[in-house]
């Protein structure tokens, strides 16, 4: 079973500066994705940034970009020049494809908040 | 492009009643996702299934709860008997088919049940 862990449950950042938000997970297996989704109070669960970790470099989304380190299982997000619109609840999730299914795994959640 | 879309985006059910939550993928996607958020909780994989088939249901409840994906229509996730415990937001999500598996899950909006 794959588990996935947010150790802080609240973060915040002023507007422009860069804040990173952690992330932990556990897998035996050495095919698998990871995911940042991002739910603002819309409750909409929006893809912010994907993973292969077969992939040595890491992934960038304009602003948004990750620190995958796979040895020690670590997948932290980076959000550059934070804006007002960035506060939202941030999701990481882990999907291994073995067995044929796809299920993804989620942490708890940070809860951004951007200071104005 | 359409995204996914879930209706009703809110329901209201006494203990006893049916709950019956439909979701429509995206256009091209095949793959139909179901997870549970309960209050200050991340998503809790439920169902996955394909058109006609449930490939993984190991996090839906044995008792009382159902999820379906015709071959014609949205799919349906249907909680018989509700209890106020079933009150929780309900996602679904979607992707499409490559040829090593599946892609990216893009979610819909969420159907908030609640349950007198």
């Known amino acids: 079973a794959q588990t996935v862990t947010q150790s802080q449950p609240e973060m915040s950042v002023q507007e422009a500066e860069t804040v990173t938000l952690s992330c932990t997970y556990d897998t035996s297996e050495s095919d698998y994705y990871l995911f940042w989704y991002k739910q603002p109070p819309s409750r909409q669960m929006i893809l912010v940034i994907r993973?292969?970790?077969?992939?040595?470099q890491n992934a960038t989304e304009n602003r948004f970009s990750v620190n995958f380190q796979k040895a020690a299982k670590s997948f932290s997000l980076k959000i550059s020049d934070s804006q007002l619109g960035d506060a939202a609840m941030y999701f990481c999730?882990?999907?291994?494809?073995?067995?044929?299914?796809?299920?993804?795994?989620f942490g708890k959640g940070t809860k951004l908040s951007v200071i104005p | 492009n359409a995204g996914v879309m879930q209706n009703p985006r809110h329901l209201v059910r006494r203990r006893g009643q049916e709950a019956r939550l439909r979701c429509s993928p995206m256009k091209g996607h095949s793959h139909v996702y179901w997870y549970r958020q309960l209050p200050e909780e991340g998503l809790k994989f439920m169902v996955y299934l394909q058109k006609e088939n449930i490939i993984d249901e190991s996090g839906m409840p044995k008792e009382r709860f159902s999820a379906e994906f015709p071959k014609e229509g949205p799919s349906i996730l249907r909680i018989q008997q509700v209890v106020r415990g079933d009150s929780a937001a309900y996602f679904c999500?979607?992707?499409?088919?490559?040829?090593?598996?599946?892609?990216?899950?893009?979610f819909g909006p969420g159907t908030r049940l609640t349950v007198l």
């Open positions: 999500a979607s992707s499409r088919s490559t040829g090593e598996g599946t892609d990216t899950q893009y």
């Open positions: 999730a882990s999907e291994y494809s073995g067995a044929g299914s796809y299920q993804l795994t």
């Open positions: 993973q292969e970790a077969y992939k040595q």
